[in-house]
């Protein structure tokens, strides 16, 4: 089954690097997705990595992949106060086409 | 390019009523999922579908819930006779189905009803 795990909270100081772990279940996940919700707004699609890959980086954000674990990470670089939000891991499935999403990580930075 | 919208954003009804959530997708976006997302949960799926089609509902409840994306307007999320365990925030994402197994779907706001 779909199954998809993250730690609840994270908490860091301003300027520091965060990691946000996450595991899922389905070895056939095709791409694996890091969301980025602020209080009482919808979700922003930060970055995704398809499962071929092992790692991506874009700007401050870098995404790991290690297939073999099922295991996901989104490192934050230079964190600041406006990171402050929750962030989902969500997987998809090949050939299917919705999102399986965890239950979100609370990244709360500190000044 | 406007992204997807939602409304009504906040919905208040009592138990017995029925509610009526409303998604724009984006433009050019003719794929449309609805989430729902209860406090302190992570989003689960409910419904895909196309214009004038329903691909996948497993993620609804059998009863009470309905969905429809019609050829002219928004896609609607239609819950009968509205329970307290249906508070929740709905959302809705479009996608432009890039290929058969590539896509990424865009968030609206939510409308977060809640059932009194």
């Known amino acids: 089954g779909e199954d998809v795990e993250q730690s609840l909270f994270l908490s860091v100081r301003e300027g520091d690097s965060s990691v946000i772990n996450c595991t899922y279940t389905?070895?056939?996940?095709?791409?694996l997705y890091w969301y980025k919700q602020e209080p009482g707004a919808g979700l922003q699609l930060l970055t995704y990595?398809?499962?071929?890959?092992d790692m991506k980086q874009d700007q401050r954000l870098t995404v790991l992949l290690n297939k073999k674990d099922k295991h996901l990470s989104l490192r934050i670089a230079d964190t600041q106060t406006g990171d402050s939000a929750i962030y989902f891991c969500?997987?998809?499935?090949?050939?299917?086409?919705?999102?399986?999403f965890g239950k979100g990580t609370m990244l709360l930075v500190s000044p | 390019n406007a992204g997807v919208m939602q409304n009504p954003r906040h919905l208040v009804r009592r138990r017995g009523q029925e509610a009526r959530l409303r998604c724009s997708p984006m433009?050019?976006?003719?794929?449309v999922y609805w989430y729902r997302q209860l406090p302190e949960e992570g989003l689960k799926f409910m419904v895909y579908l196309q214009k004038e089609n329903i691909i996948d509902e497993s993620g609804m409840p059998k009863e009470r819930f309905s969905a429809e994306f019609p050829k002219e307007g928004p896609s609607i999320l239609r819950i009968q006779q509205v329970v307290r365990g249906d508070s929740a925030a709905y959302f809705c994402?479009?996608?432009?189905?890039?290929?058969?197994?590539?896509?990424?779907?865009?968030f609206g706001p939510g409308t977060r009803l809640t059932v009194t």
């Open positions: 969500a997987e998809s499935l090949s050939g299917y086409s919705t999102l399986t």
């Open positions: 990595i398809f499962s071929n890959m």
């Open positions: 994402a479009s996608s432009p189905r890039i290929h058969d197994s590539s896509y990424e779907q865009y």
């Open positions: 389905d070895s056939s996940s095709t791409y």
């Open positions: 433009k050019g976006h003719s794929h």
